[in-house]
């Protein structure tokens, strides 16, 4: 069973930073694409960003790209989202999963919830105007 913990949530002003991570046990970490969502009250969860298994390939939502960026690092089993000048629209619990197929050739999926099999609790980003 694979079991993934957000952390780095809170509240921050808009225009600040923050880094969430997701830490994943078990020791197949670095054969899987991971993803990022989030979900805002009243609405669907929705795609923010991807990173392929080995790295080599990030993918951002149109409304992040540019001020999010998703990095890993597979010694630590750990994957990080850097959000810069955040919007109050970026409120949202986020969501860190992990893709349902090993080494992932393709990227066209990640951004659908249904490529993902496991979840992590979430954790709560507010951004205040």
């Known amino acids: 069973q694979v079991q993934l913990v957000e952390s780095g949530g809170g509240l921050v002003q808009a225009g600040d930073s923050l880094r969430l991570s997701c830490a994943a046990s078990g020791r197949t970490f670095s054969s899987y694409a991971m993803g990022w969502f989030r979900q805002a009250p009243g609405k669907e969860r929705e795609f923010v960003s991807a990173i392929r298994w080995d790295g080599s390939n990030t993918y951002y939502a149109d409304s992040v790209k540019g001020r999010f960026a998703i990095s890993r690092d597979n010694a630590k089993n750990t994957v990080y989202l850097q959000m810069n000048r955040l919007k109050p629209e970026d409120t949202a619990v986020y969501y860190c999963?992990?893709?349902?197929?090993?080494?992932?050739?393709?990227?066209?999926?990640?951004?659908?919830?249904?490529?993902?099999?496991?979840w992590g609790q979430g954790t709560q980003v507010t951004v205040s105007s």
């Open positions: 999963a992990r893709d349902l197929l090993q080494f992932r050739a393709g990227e066209r999926d990640l951004a659908q919830p249904t490529s993902y099999n496991y």
